[in-house]
Structures are given as C-alpha cells and as structure tokens.
C-alpha cells in the first residue's frame, strides 16, 4: 500500500511540474512538444529548420523577430508567421 501511494505522490508531482513554464520548456526538449499547449508543432519546427538549412542560429532569429513583432503570441503562432514569411521570401 506505501508503494501505491509513493507512486500516486510522484505521478501528481510530475503532473502539476508538467503545468509549470520549465516543465513545458523540459517536456518539449525531450519530445513531447506536441502535447504542451501554445507549443509549436513538431512539424512546424521541421518545416522552420530545413528551410534554414538546419541552421539553428537562423531559425532561432527568425523567431525572435517574430516574438519581438507580437510578444503576445504563442510559439505556434510565432513559428506559423515565420513559416509564412519564408513562403513570402521564395515567391518574391
């Protein structure tokens, strides 16, 4: 019975963690990126990154300008207006 309960205590500590700002951030570095709400999609994320080349450092300033622009945003609308901005750069 003591273990049932160490469990349940540790399952609804790592629920409520799972809540918080740094386990979402830590949710999504392990792949879970798809469950945290606000969070970009795993293929947007894709998406971004290869038409970065796989440069990191350009996908990452791309979102910067985007969360600079409108702070109020979630990270999925942030990486969809970069998306589309890249769509944008190839027409033009």
């Known amino acids: 019975m003591t ?14 963690f799972a809540t918080t700002r740094r386990g979402q951030e830590i949710a999504k570095r392990i792949g879970f990126r798809d469950h945290v709400p606000g969070a970009a999609s795993s293929e947007d994320v894709a998406f971004l990154l290869k038409a970065c080349d796989g440069d990191r450092a350009e996908l990452e300033r791309r979102i910067a300008f985007e969360r600079e622009r ?3 945003r979630s990270e999925s ?6 998306i589309r901005r890249v769509f944008a750069e190839r027409e033009g």
Request: aromatic share 14%; no cysteine; charged share 15%.
């Open 3 to 16: 273990y049932v309960l160490l469990i349940l205590a540790v399952l609804a500590t790592l629920a409520i």
């Open 70 to 72: 409108f702070p109020e």
């Open 77 to 82: 609308d942030h990486y969809r207006a970069a």
